[in-house]
Every structure is written in structure tokens, then in C-alpha cells.
């Protein structure tokens, strides 16, 4: 498991992922790194640089034993070293894995499963505008309705509990930028929002993947994972545009055509 750079501190769900076959009270975790990967471990890595830290159970928040490597995804492997079971977050020789682990969003990230839900495609709200900013953007068009469909279920009124707003979902500061001036407004939120993904898919260079990445959790994020980022909920959110836009593109009459088998 390999962790980037974040500004979060690791939070008590971490550590019970090394509760395994532990005794209660006060802990002993190894930070150890290697080759410029951190890990977690019950006991000192061999060919890693490893410190000893106490956790005491009565503590209700672990410290941040990643340094700036506070938020991550990854899997703890279990293996036998010096005559003991040893769990750790690094695969090393000898190890079988034992559980898989996503730390969730930290506080303060923008990163939501959005509103809506997969479900049949709803062409008729909102069509004029959608085709509008389509024709303006040269966003596709299902691919538009997908993300309107997964932010807000296309309810101008919706207000995310990270504080996003309308049927693009626009935090407030983008819809500063790209110039909303009622974040309730349809027609103005949909603009806005295409002129955002415009912008996204040249960054991107058409990657849709990272563009729903950046579009749910910011560039930022993106730029700190090199790439689409741990949180569980992004993943979730990327997955749901998928599904939407391929029954957008059908619903629309743009799905690419299937490649007949070769006979």
C-alpha cells in the first residue's frame, strides 16, 4: 500500500484494523518506511526504518501516525516473523492478506456519493437547458445529464451536507468562478456546470474518469493522489456516472454502436 501526501490525521478507524490478536490498554505501532512508502505494523519491519509509538486505548482519536500521510486505502497483510503473528500494512514476503480498508473522507473535502440515484433515465427535466449547454460546451450531452442526474436527482434545490448547490451540485466557490449568480437557478447551474466539465476534460485531457473524480472531490485532490483518490465515496460516485451515462447515451440515441462479431 503506498500513501500520498493529505493534510488529515488518521482517525480510529485506522487503528482497529491492527486489533487483531492485540492486548487491550496501551499498543505499540510501528511506523516504518521504505523506499518512501510508510506503513503501519505490530513489529519492526525488516529493510524498513521503523519507530515505536504508543496508543492507549482510553484516547479517542489515534494520532497521526502517517505524518502527512493521513488519509489512505489499503490492505493489512498478516505473517509470521521471529516465532509471532505480525500484522502490517506493507506486503512483505511470507504475508497473506486478512482484510481490505478505505479510510473515509476527512472532514472538510468535498467528496459525496451525490444525491441521486442509478435509475431510469429522465430526459424530459431540464431538456432545453441540458441541450443548450451541451451545443455551447461541447460536453456530450448523457454525459451532462449523468452527473445532474447523480449530484442532484436535478432538483434545483438541493443542497449537499458539504455545502454544494442546485442541480450541478457547484460548490460555492465554483459557482463564484463561473459566474452563478442563483445557485438555485436551473438553467444557470447547468451552464456553469458544463462550462466546469469543459474545463475538466481538457485538463484532463478527456479522461471522464478524472474528470467525475475531480468534478466530486476537486482537483486538488486529484493532484494529491496523482490520480483518482482512496475516498470511498468518489469511487462510489464514479461508478454511479458510469452506469448513468451509459443509459443516458441509450436513452438519447448516442450510444456508440456494437461491434459486430467477427465472423
Known amino acids: 500500500m503506498r500513501a500520498r501526501a493529505a493534510p488529515a490525521t488518521a482517525t480510529i478507524a485506522c487503528a482497529l484494523a491492527f486489533?487483531?490478536?492485540w492486548p487491550a490498554h496501551a499498543r505499540t505501532i510501528y511506523r516504518c518506511v521504505a523506499k518512501g512508502t510508510v506503513s503501519l505494523a505490530t513489529a519492526p519491519e525488516p529493510g524498513s526504518r521503523c519507530e515505536a509509538r504508543t496508543i492507549d486505548d482510553h484516547v479517542a482519536k489515534v494520532p497521526n501516525l502517517w505524518?502527512?500521510?493521513?488519509?489512505?486505502s489499503g490492505t493489512l497483510y498478516e505473517r509470521e516473523q521471529d516465532g509471532r503473528t505480525v500484522y502490517s500494512t506493507r506486503n512483505?514476503?511470507?504475508s497473506r492478506r486478512v482484510l481490505g480498508f478505505t479510510v473515509e473522507t476527512p472532514p472538510g473535502e468535498p467528496a459525496?456519493?451525490?444525491?441521486?440515484?442509478?435509475?431510469?433515465?429522465r430526459t424530459r427535466v431540464h431538456a432545453d437547458a441540458f441541450k443548450a449547454a451541451a451545443r455551447r460546451t461541447g460536453v456530450e450531452d448523457a454525459w451532462l445529464r449523468a452527473i445532474?442526474?447523480?449530484?442532484s436527482d436535478f432538483?434545483?434545490?438541493a443542497v449537499s451536507p458539504k455545502g454544494a448547490q442546485g442541480v450541478m451540485q457547484l460548490m460555492p466557490a465554483t459557482a463564484r468562478e463561473y459566474g452563478v449568480r442563483d445557485p438555485h437557478s436551473a438553467a444557470e447551474s447547468i451552464d456553469a456546470g458544463a462550462r466546469y466539465l469543459r474545463d475538466l476534460k481538457r485538463r484532463y485531457r478527456g479522461d471522464l474518469t478524472l474528470v467525475a473524480a475531480a468534478y466530486n472531490a476537486g482537483i486538488g485532490t486529484?493532484?494529491?493522489y496523482r490520480g483518482v483518490p482512496p475516498y470511498r465515496e468518489t469511487r462510489a460516485y464514479i461508478e454511479k456516472v458510469r452506469a448513468l451515462h451509459a443509459l443516458y447515451q441509450r436513452a438519447l440515441g448516442t450510444a456508440p454502436p456494437r461491434l459486430k462479431p467477427a465472423t
Open 148 to 151: 445532474a442526474h447523480a449530484e
Open 112 to 121: 459525496h456519493e451525490g444525491l441521486g440515484r442509478v435509475g431510469a433515465p
Open 19 to 21: 486489533a487483531i490478536a
Open 92 to 94: 512483505l514476503p511470507g
Open 222 to 224: 486529484v493532484a494529491r
Open 67 to 72: 505524518g502527512q500521510f493521513g488519509v489512505f
Open 155 to 157: 432538483d434545483p434545490a
